[in-house]
């Protein structure tokens, strides 16, 4: 079976702090992915708030925020298993990110070793 | 408050709340030989709340009232022994001095005596429905009698068993002041079967006892939080276990109707289930997941969660890979029938009917009952005498009322 990091992006800042029932939600998907035995790592979620994030860039520029030309940023990631990609991307797709103007970009995990 | 209210309401629920904490931290000091005494002074604090509080009402602070009194119980109790131990055998130890019986009550310190007293009850020395009883007790606050009503068993027998159990605990040598990481995980295993049996004691009780089922169940549940909640124990396969308690406890209202008569579960009507425990259980399954560890309670938990979300796609197979990878970890002839069960759904009734005849467990009732309900759409003659067979097995009325009804409705059609 292969691996595929599920990488979260989100818009709008406000919406990293979910409420309890945005968490709900996200952590019953979550279950589901469990359920079959399919999740490799809960991975984390990543501040995106000032004094969280910073970007480093050469000449020793750095910025805060994750943001370059973009708005969207990485809000979080998780790891899961799955024999095709596209299965992979059936998982993402049950995911409530969306509702709240989100994407899921699923990338296949290169397995050293 | 009147005497009345105070007795029926708030000291049971108080006396099994505190008694048992109460008892592991005065054990944590006394030392497991002496558990006795930690009861009974646990006993005549709650004895004289009962007591003073009629008289007096309730004070503010009725946990902390409660443990004053312990505490003070305690050193009038290392008082007697100092002077029993100075007169009669001098000099050949010190007792106790007041700065050993120093202990506080802090939260923390009856986490980790709770905690160190499951640790205990779940002896290797003891089997495993003595452990059970011993946890009741023990661990649970419930009486000899409220034992007895849970398993339908005589007050002696439980008395005996407990008897016996206790003296195993005593010359067990459980340290219980120093609680490590090596003996928990050489225990842990132990802790939490106990605790899973616990719940099955409840969950498909001997006793039609509504009330009881609810109740051990429930202490079940409060003990894997107990062990969720400390570090020591916070790993995996306890979140695991409480996951799957959760996903079960959520369906208790659902299972049976008002005749006491256990409802099958695609009869059961959704909108009872407990959605707060669902969600509960999702989040102790995600927990557990962490790291390669793949435990019984990891899949009995994921089979469970499968059971609690409405019908989606491919929700059979899934239960059905579970099930195969929990025979290699745990054969029983339950997760056999089970697994044919899952089988059954995905490939047909009669892949399910050719698998479980190959088990051939004519003296099991489940297996006749599993037999009759895949024979129900194929051949109803067969599925009657499978019925009846497990009619004959089977010792609970409920169960003998849910398939007759089986019957009847085959008899009807």
């Not at chain 2, 002077?83 to 000099?91: G, I, L, Q, T």
Request: charged residues 25%; hydrophobic residues 45%.
């Amino acid at each position: 079976m292969k691996e595929f990091a599920l990488i979260f992006r989100l818009q709008d800042v406000a919406d990293s702090k979910p409420s309890p029932e945005q968490l709900q939600e996200r952590m019953n998907w979550l279950a589901g992915i469990v359920a079959q035995n399919k999740l490799v790592d809960k991975g984390n979620t990543l501040l995106p708030m000032q004094g969280s994030a910073k970007t480093v860039r050469p000449g020793n520029i750095i910025t805060d925020g994750p943001y370059t030309e973009i708005k969207e940023f990485i809000s979080g990631y998780i790891v899961v298993r799955a024999e095709t990609i596209e299965e992979a991307v059936e998982m993402a797709k049950a995911n409530p990110i969306y509702k709240v103007g989100g994407n899921i970009e699923v990338r296949e995990v290169l397995k050293r070793d | 408050m009147s005497e009345g209210k105070l007795h029926s309401e708030l000291l049971p629920h108080l006396f099994r709340q505190e008694y048992a904490k109460m008892t592991a931290v005065l054990c944590r000091h006394f030392g497991l030989q002496h558990i006795e005494v930690a009861e009974d002074i646990a006993s005549e604090t709650f004895l004289k709340a009962s007591e003073h509080w009629a008289i007096h009402g309730v004070p503010a602070n009725p946990q902390g009232w409660l443990y004053t009194v312990a505490k003070n119980k305690a050193k009038d109790y290392f008082k007697r022994q100092a002077v029993f131990e100075s007169r009669v055998k001098p000099a050949i130890q010190p007792a106790a001095s007041e700065a050993e019986i120093a202990f506080e009550f802090s939260s923390q310190v009856i986490a980790d005596s709770q905690l160190a007293m499951i640790f205990a009850v779940a002896s290797p020395v003891n089997a495993a429905e003595s452990q059970i009883c011993l946890a009741l007790q023990v661990l649970c606050g419930f009486s000899v009698e409220e034992i007895a009503n849970a398993f339908l068993a005589k007050k002696e027998t439980i008395k005996k068993r407990l008897l016996r159990a206790r003296e195993n605990l005593r010359n067990d040598n459980f340290q219980l002041n120093a609680l490590n990481e090596a003996e928990i995980s050489a225990r842990l295993d132990t802790v939490l079967r106990t605790i899973y049996l616990l719940f099955n004691e409840g969950y498909f009780s001997k006793t039609d006892d509504e009330v009881i089922r609810r109740e051990l169940c429930s202490e079940a549940v409060r003990l894997a939080v107990v062990l969720t909640e400390h570090a020591l124990t916070n790993v995996a396969k306890v979140s695991a276990l409480l996951a799957l308690l959760c996903f079960q406890s959520s369906r208790l209202a659902a299972r049976t109707n008002s005749n006491k008569e256990t409802i099958l579960f695609e009869e059961q009507d959704r909108s009872l289930w407990d959605q707060l425990l669902i969600d509960k259980g999702n989040h102790f399954l995600v927990n557990a997941c962490a790291g390669n560890e793949v435990s019984k309670y990891h899949l009995e938990a994921a089979i469970a969660y499968w059971h609690t979300t409405p019908t989606v796609d491919k929700k059979w197979e899934h239960i059905l890979s579970l099930y195969d990878q929990l025979i290699i970890i745990e054969y029983s002839p339950v997760t056999m029938l089970n697994r044919i069960f899952a089988l059954a759904k995905v490939r047909g009734n009669a892949a399910g009917i050719a698998a479980a005849e190959e088990l051939n467990m004519e003296d099991n009732c489940a297996y006749h009952e599993l037999l009759g309900y895949l024979y129900t759409s194929l051949a109803a003659h067969k599925a009657i005498a499978h019925y009846n067979k497990a009619i004959e097995l089977t010792k609970s009325n409920a169960e003998k009322k849910t398939l007759q009804k089986a019957i009847e409705r085959l008899m009807f059609k």
